[in-house]
């Protein structure tokens, strides 16, 4: 479960990204942000607070301030009121300017956080609604290796030792990118998407027993390596004695489920010698085909079912000839 994102969290994860400084007292939280979308309060500064997303991250530009700016002292302590009040979660003073300094004060006495950087309001808006996208999705941790192979995202899962890391680590030396191995995050996009990545600690290395750590950007070069892939197909890795339901023929899909959203998984039952980098690029090539409505199997059972038709045919025209 995603842990509640607070502007403090905010900054520090991506406060340096964004050039935030804080000018609030360290100790002003603020509330939780659980709104991707960003908000510019020009209509409730000048009264009008019906509609207003409490909720979001605050953005002042030049022209909100140079409004505040404008207004007469009892107007602009109202104005700022409004605005900094719980539950918004913080405001940012965007275009390099200063923050007004009943801002700051209001801030501090009411538990508002407020920063300021030199980014313009509009650049920071972009940057900042996908940052929070990311942020505020639903996030979970498997135990697998996640590789792109010819595009298509294959998370292998399995008991532990059973072969998931040097299953990637020989894709990777067949020319295609690993994403994480071992501890592969997980997080659900807006649009229902699986996006794996890995974390910062073990990124571009992998554990291989009987060999140890290694970097695999560093030995195997940049493009052997992406950050991030989206999770399209789930590979399980299992002994044969394991596996006694496994998929013979393919005509229907298993699927597995993670944070709510089902991908294809497909049960790969390990024997000595097997040659699993091959049948994984092959599972990768056969989705894609599957996207574009070319099934395999259905392919093969409707020509061996013309095939029975026509042999019958064949029969039943034969015995008419012998009467």
Not at 269 to 278: D, H
Request: net charge negative.
């Amino acid at each position: 479960m995603t842990e509640e994102l607070t502007a403090l969290s905010l900054a520090a994860g991506i406060g340096e990204r964004l050039s935030l400084s804080a000018v609030t007292k360290p100790d002003v939280s603020g509330g939780v942000i659980r709104d991707s979308n960003v908000c510019l309060p020009g209509l409730l500064l000048a009264g009008f607070a019906e509609g207003f997303r409490a909720e979001r991250v605050q953005i002042l530009g030049a022209r909100e301030v140079d409004y505040v700016d404008s207004l007469t002292a009892d107007a602009r302590e109202a104005a700022l009121g409004r605005l900094c009040t719980p539950p918004v979660p913080c405001v940012i003073v965007a275009d390099g300017l200063a923050a007004p300094s009943l801002l700051v004060e209001l801030g501090n006495s009411r538990g508002v956080p407020v920063f300021t950087t030199p980014m313009t309001s509009d650049r920071l808006a972009s940057e900042l609604v996908p940052a929070l996208e990311d942020l505020l999705a639903p996030q979970t941790v498997i135990h697998a290796t996640l590789v792109d192979v010819h595009g298509v995202g294959l998370l292998f899962t399995g008991k532990s030792g059973i072969g998931k890391s040097e299953c990637g680590l020989d894709l990777v030396a067949n020319g295609h990118r690993l994403v994480a191995d071992d501890v592969v995050s997980v997080m659900r996009t807006r649009t229902d998407y699986l996006i794996g990545y890995g974390s910062e600690l073990l990124r571009n290395y992998m554990e291989i027993r009987g060999v140890g750590i290694i970097d695999v950007q560093a030995m195997f070069g940049t493009r052997a390596f992406r950050q991030r892939k989206r999770i399209e197909v789930e590979v399980k890795l299992a002994a044969w004695s394991d596996l006694s339901d496994y998929e013979r023929l393919g005509f229907e899909d298993e699927m597995s489920e993670i944070l709510g959203v089902q991908i294809p998984v497909v049960r790969l039952p390990l024997v000595l010698g097997k040659n699993i980098t091959v049948i994984s690029e092959v599972i990768a090539l056969n989705y894609l085909l599957k996207l574009k409505g070319i099934n395999s199997a259905w392919d093969f059972d409707r020509r061996q079912r013309d095939a029975v038709a026509r042999q019958a045919g064949v029969l039943r025209a034969s015995r008419g000839d012998d009467e």
